[in-house]
Structures are given as structure tokens and as C-alpha cells.
């Protein structure tokens, strides 16, 4: 068997196995086209007559990765770099070798450490960055922002195990033919997956899935989505009307079933809303209220500041410290028998482990930098953004 066909064979089990513990990437490598090639030291994605193309140097993957893991880990690396659009947006960053580094960084923290090779990148890496102890997954922008310049470059050029191979493949990448082929691949690895295989990704890459497919979260009109969810009930009265005659007697006044309609609306006051979008989403709560739903307000930050009822007139929101959601549903919790729902108005950035035992609506801001659904949603609550399109 000749080294090139080893090679094919070699790559071709590692997707298989890849399907086992990552059938996302797996998914992902299956939909591109692959080509083993000197022309780069070791492997890198590009785009090929018009397809996201898996570039491998043969010499590299047989002779420098002796693990399965480190070959599974070269592998989920290239993919990521899809996923999260570097091949589109490194023509918008001067500094290529920079902009390389910190997309490594980037995608290798979605990457397990035991299945890095030798000599590749990583947040732990000593003295790249200016804040070593964040070793949570970040944006590439973060990355560039704040790399070390003098090990950015260092890094650059001696980091022989995966980086180097973007900044010359992707130079001749031409963005917006990227971007469809890339978007494209990712929504028929989506649906291969399936919304049970989704909800089982990381979040960081969950929501970058998300992100580069609108399919995956579509967009909808969250002002009828708030008027739909504070309009169902679970009590109801009758009441006499004039506008109906009565079954029984065939005269006025008549019945009518009315439902008791309870919304608890939490803010989050930790000082990231913006003051447009809260003024939009006080607008809906007034014609919300103006229904005759009874609506009271919760003043929620890292605790619950304060809580009233809704009377027409906007509230001066109290708080101003960290973000924290649990308080504020364990609130709505301790009265659960008496709402009917809460929606809870925030930009998504903060910690949650208590479940809601009742209805809850995410309602998030149009300043947040997250994309897809956030942590802080649990399975089965509905997350809507607030498209400035949709109001």
C-alpha cells in the first residue's frame, strides 16, 4: 500500500471513530471534499473548486500523529475552523499570523487537551495571553485582542503541530463563497444530527451551530410570541354580558367564560440592558396589561430588589450588581399557585441552576453578543431574541 492511500484509509477510520463520540464533526468531514497535498506542513481547511475542502499532508499524519486521539483532535480542530466562520473572517484582520494564532485558541478550547498533539496552541499556553487564568472558550476577537505580541509571533512561526496552515490557504478564500459553502455544510450536518444530537454539543459550539444556521433558530415575531404566552391561563370566572343572550333563558344578560390571567415579568437590572430595548419590551407589558392581564414586575439582578404590581406607569428599576436568575424563579416559585407564567427579560449573560415550575419565556435582548440558546434556558423553555426587524 503506498503512503497516499494509507493516508486516505487512515483519515477514513478516524471519521468513523469520530462518529462515536463527535458525530458533528464527523458529520461535517463526510460533507467536505479531501485532498492530500505538500503544500501544506500539516493539515488546514480551504475551499476547492467551490466546496470547504480538508487539506492533509500525508508525511504529517502518518509519521508526526502516532495517536488516533491526536489524529480525531486534528480533525475536530479543521472543522471547528468551519464552524466558526474563520475561513470568512480572516480577511478582515490585518495581522494574519495574529488573527491564526487566535483562532487556534479559540477552536482548541473546544477540543480536549488529551487529544491535542504536542506543540498545539492552547489558552494554557505560558505567556500568551495577558489573562492566563481565563480558560473558558472565547470569540477569536477576544483572543486577538488580548494576545501577547511578541508570543503571538513566536507562536506562529514555531507551533508546527496544526498552526501556520490557515494564514496561506485561506488568503486566496473568497469570503461570501466561503460563507455559503460553510453555512451550507453546517445546516446538513444540523439535520443529520438531529435536535436530541444538538442538545448534547457544548454550548460554545451549540450555539455557533446556531449561529451559521438561522434554520436551527429561526426568527419570530417576539411581540406576539409575549402576547400568545401571557394570554393562556389556567383560571378562569364567568362573568354577565350584554353583547350575549343566555342559553338557558334566551335573554341578556348572558355568560361569558374569562380567564385570570397572571404574568410575573422579571428584569434583569444588572446594568446590560439597553435602555431602547427596555423601553420597547415596557411597551408591550402595557398593552399586555392593559387586557386585563394582572402583571407584576421583579427588579432582579444578583437578588430580587424589589417586586410590584404593574399599574400603567414604567417602574424605576433597582439593582445595578452581577446578573444571577435563580432568585428571581425562586421567587415566582414560592408562588407558583397564583402565576400563571414568567418572562424573564435579560441578555442571557449570567448563571442559573433552579428549575421554574411554571411557564417561562426568555425574552433576550438585542445587545447580547450570544448567539443560539443560552445556558440559562433549560429544555423545553422557549428563548426569543429580540430582532430589531420584529419590533
Request: hydrophobic residues 40%; neutral net charge; charged residues 25%.
Amino acid at each position: 500500500m503506498d503512503r497516499s492511500t494509507e493516508a486516505q484509509a487512515s483519515i477514513g477510520r478516524a471519521i468513523s471513530a469520530l462518529l462515536l463520540n463527535h458525530p458533528f464533526h464527523a458529520h461535517v468531514l463526510m460533507g467536505m471534499k479531501r485532498q492530500l497535498t505538500s503544500d501544506v506542513e500539516t493539515a488546514a481547511v480551504s475551499m476547492r473548486e467551490g466546496r470547504i475542502c480538508l487539506l492533509v499532508n500525508p508525511t504529517f499524519w502518518l509519521d508526526r500523529l502516532t495517536s488516533d486521539r491526536h489524529r480525531q483532535g486534528v480533525l475536530q480542530h479543521e472543522v471547528l475552523h468551519v464552524v466558526l466562520g474563520h475561513l470568512v473572517r480572516h480577511h478582515a484582520f490585518s495581522d494574519k499570523q495574529r488573527f491564526n494564532v487566535a483562532a487556534d485558541l479559540a477552536v482548541n478550547c473546544l477540543v480536549g487537551l488529551e487529544e491535542l498533539p504536542a506543540g498545539a496552541l492552547h489558552v494554557a499556553t505560558p505567556g500568551l495571553l495577558d489573562e492566563p487564568d481565563q480558560l473558558t472558550f472565547q470569540t477569536v476577537d477576544w483572543y486577538f485582542e488580548r494576545l501577547l505580541q511578541p508570543a503571538a509571533e513566536s507562536a506562529a512561526e514555531s507551533a508546527a503541530s496544526m498552526s501556520g496552515a490557515g494564514c496561506e490557504v485561506w488568503a486566496d478564500v473568497d469570503p461570501a463563497l466561503a460563507a455559503s459553502a460553510a453555512g451550507e455544510l453546517v445546516s446538513r450536518s444540523a439535520r443529520a444530527l438531529g435536535s436530541s444530537g444538538l442538545a448534547r454539543l457544548p454550548h460554545a459550539l451549540r450555539g455557533a451551530v446556531e449561529a451559521a444556521d438561522p434554520s436551527v433558530e429561526a426568527p419570530v415575531d417576539w411581540r406576539r410570541v409575549l402576547h400568545v404566552f401571557s394570554g393562556r391561563s389556567r383560571r378562569t370566572r364567568l362573568a354577565t354580558t350584554l353583547k350575549r343572550a343566555s342559553k338557558r333563558y334566551g335573554r341578556v344578560p348572558g355568560v361569558r367564560v374569562r380567564s385570570l390571567s397572571h404574568v410575573a415579568v422579571a428584569i434583569d437590572t444588572s446594568g446590560s440592558i439597553d435602555e431602547d430595548q427596555l423601553a420597547r419590551f415596557m411597551r408591550e407589558v402595557d398593552r399586555i396589561w392593559r387586557t386585563g392581564t394582572t402583571v407584576t414586575v421583579i427588579h432582579a439582578d444578583e437578588l430580587v430588589r424589589h417586586t410590584e404590581p404593574y399599574r400603567g406607569v414604567v417602574p424605576e428599576l433597582q439593582g445595578g450588581c452581577g446578573t444571577d436568575f435563580d432568585p428571581a424563579i425562586e421567587w415566582v416559585n414560592a408562588r407558583r399557585h397564583l402565576v400563571d407564567g414568567l418572562v424573564y427579560f435579560t441578555d442571557a449573560d449570567g448563571p442559573r441552576t433552579v428549575p421554574c415550575r411554571c411557564r417561562l419565556l426568555w425574552l433576550v435582548s438585542q445587545g447580547s453578543e450570544r448567539h443560539g440558546r443560552p445556558r440559562c434556558a433549560l429544555s423545553g423553555e422557549r428563548v426569543v431574541r429580540m430582532d430589531p426587524l420584529s419590533g
